[in-house]
């Protein structure tokens, strides 16, 4: 039997820390984050969980001690946010080439400047390309859940890559609701313990890990994170599966919500899928026929399989929470047009750049989207596919 | 989506408009509902106003947005009256309950663009008589449950006690007191037009 509570999102990722009961974590505080370490520091001062934890001086300075601590062989976790990831930038590409699977909690926050707490997706999106694995949630359920999921994603011999699970900031991180939580025996059981092949602490194989890495070599291991990076999108949907047989949660590579027989549809990650959700709810009622797909899998990015979902559609809108400032579009859009334009799917697809900087994201403006798409459908015509939503002019 | 009850609370910073709501999500929780409590965070700071909300229903919620057609609104402060559009969007079939022991007449001439139900509370007083200090939130808690009806009054109370008792576990001498002002709160809402 699951158990029945209301956490925050915040909660939610540091109780799924305290039934992990990593070896180490380390953190540098960081609104909307800062909960995440201020809670589990709490269950290392009372003994219920047995970690290291390592207050350190700097985000840089917790990812440096997390990669230490990998490599010597411990599992290790951190969170952050925003400008707090940016600091660990040049940390978050060792970790990854240096295959650690860190699993880090990153509570989405707009980076500066200026200056902005509240949520957009502009520090994942600044990180897209380091070599993480990079999971997004809708709710609290989503966070804690990806998050046990994390290790045995991370870990996994075919893998074996840093792993992040991100939340929307304030709009989940901040927000008492509903979950239900997997008894810790159980949690214990479905994470396993962590038994790295190779690790700097074993005196029977002594390694040297992060030397120097000429043009004789890179390229191929490069190559090997690329290969592990595609290999992991299979691992994802075992482990998957596992949890789905514990708690009966159902998780894929993305989330397809009245998606089949739709005409028009959303693309988006974290919060807006939900409420999206709704809207799609009573326009299904006015007999018009929405659907979405919620991004679960952002990073390996599951391009062949979106297309194939997508072909049937007449109109797609694809909701980017980070400007790319490229002039083309953001990164999702270009991500989910190249992998239509590869698999020969064929549906005219626009573009919105919305909730930067924490802007609300109303029901309202969703219906507009979708007002916006079955004008498309009709006309099949694309004026502008690079959009705003909820920009005041 | 007719189960859906929302409520929006306008406080200031300092007075416990955020812990109020995060209470009700927590006794409505405790009652079998799907609950949300979420706070808008700004530039808090004592005195500032602050906005929170709470999402209650039988049926598991998805949205996530900040509520603009409450079904009620809870005033914590009622100088907020004269600076806030407190009943921005407020279903005239809700109501409004608000912390005051302004006339009816003014409160009325106020409000006179909502054509829902008026309640008022002086939370002031019921705070001072049971706990000796001014914390509205408390008085205000009582007063929503008892418009709002989202559960039974001892419901209600019977939860509290077993929140105070947790919460307060470093101070149980203050859970009487706060027994006491839900219990005169409940009494002491009234209805105005």
Redesign the interface.
């Known amino acids: 039997m699951s158990i029945r509570e209301?956490l925050s999102g915040n909660e939610a990722v540091a109780v799924a820390m305290k039934q992990i009961n990593p070896d180490v974590v380390a953190a540098f505080p960081i609104t909307p984050s800062t909960e995440i370490p201020q809670y589990f520091s709490t269950f290392v001062s009372n003994g219920t969980v047995d970690t290291e934890f390592v207050a350190v001086e700097s985000e840089h300075s917790a990812m440096s001690a997390c990669i230490g601590a990998e490599a010597a062989g411990a599992r290790a976790m951190t969170a952050t946010s925003a400008n707090g990831l940016s600091l660990m930038w040049e940390m978050i590409y060792i970790a990854s080439s240096l295959r650690l699977p860190i699993v880090m909690s990153l509570v989405n926050r707009a980076v500066s400047g200026p200056l902005n707490?509240?949520n957009d997706h502009s520090d994942a999106m600044g990180v897209r390309d380091s070599g993480w694995i990079m999971l997004f949630s809708?709710?609290n359920q989503e966070a804690y859940d990806n998050t046990l999921m994390a290790h045995r994603i991370a870990e996994h011999k075919d893998v074996l890559l840093p792993l992040m699970v991100c939340q929307?900031g304030?709009?989940?991180s901040?927000?008492?609701?509903?979950i239900e939580l997997v008894e810790d025996d159980k949690v214990k059981e479905f994470v396993g313990t962590y038994k790295p092949s190779h690790y700097l602490l074993n005196n029977k194989e002594p390694i040297a890990v992060g030397p120097l890495d000429l043009q004789a070599y890179l390229f191929e291991h490069k190559y090997q994170q690329a290969e592990a990076m595609r290999k992991a999108k299979e691992v994802i949907l075992e482990v998957s599966k596992d949890f789905e047989k514990l708690t009966g949660r159902k998780y894929e590579l993305f989330e397809k919500y009245k998606l089949d027989d739709a005409e028009i549809a959303i693309i988006c990650m974290n919060?807006?899928a939900?409420?999206t959700?709704?809207v799609i709810?009573?326009l299904r009622e006015s007999g018009v026929k929405a659907g979405l797909l919620k991004i679960r899998v952002f990073r390996p990015f599951p391009a062949e399989e979106i297309a194939k979902e997508l072909s049937h559609l007449k109109a797609i809108a694809v909701l980017d929470k980070a400007d790319s400032l490229n002039a083309v579009g953001g990164a999702l859009f270009t991500d989910i047009t190249s992998a239509m334009f590869v698999n020969s799917c064929n549906v005219p697809t626009v573009n919105y750049i919305y909730g930067i900087g924490g802007r609300?994201?109303?029901?309202s403006d969703i219906e507009s989207v979708f007002v916006d798409l079955q004008n498309i459908a009709n006309t099949g015509k694309i004026d502008n596919p690079y959009r705003y939503l909820g920009l005041r002019k | 989506?007719s189960n859906l009850v929302e409520i929006r609370w306008h406080g200031r910073g300092g007075q416990g408009a955020k812990t109020a709501s995060?209470l009700l999500?927590?006794a409505a929780?405790n009652t079998g509902k799907?609950?949300?409590?979420?706070?808008e965070?700004g530039p808090e700071r004592m005195g500032a106003p602050i906005t929170a909300y709470n999402r209650i229903s039988n049926t598991?919620?998805?949205?996530?947005?900040?509520i603009?057609e409450p079904d009620y609104v809870v005033v914590v402060d009622d100088s907020l009256l004269d600076c806030v559009p407190v009943t921005a969007g407020l279903k005239s079939t809700g109501a409004i309950i608000i912390n005051t022991t302004q006339d009816d007449s003014t409160l009325k001439s106020k409000l006179k663009d909502f054509d829902g139900d008026i309640y008022t509370i002086d939370a002031r007083k019921v705070s001072l008589e049971t706990l000796g200090k001014y914390f509205p939130n408390t008085p205000m808690l009582a007063a929503i449950v008892k418009v709002s009806k989202i559960m039974s009054e001892e419901a209600f109370l019977a939860d509290m006690q077993g929140s105070f008792k947790h919460k307060f576990a470093k101070k149980p001498e203050v859970i009487e007191g706060n027994m006491k002002a839900l219990e005169m709160a409940l009494q002491n809402v009234k209805k105005i037009n």
């Open positions: 209301r707490i509240h809708e709710n929307d304030f709009i989940t901040h927000s008492i609701e509903n919060s807006t939900g409420t959700k709704s709810d009573k609300d994201t109303k029901e | 989506m995060l999500a927590d929780f799907y609950i949300q409590g979420f706070p965070y598991p919620i998805t949205v996530h947005s900040n603009y």
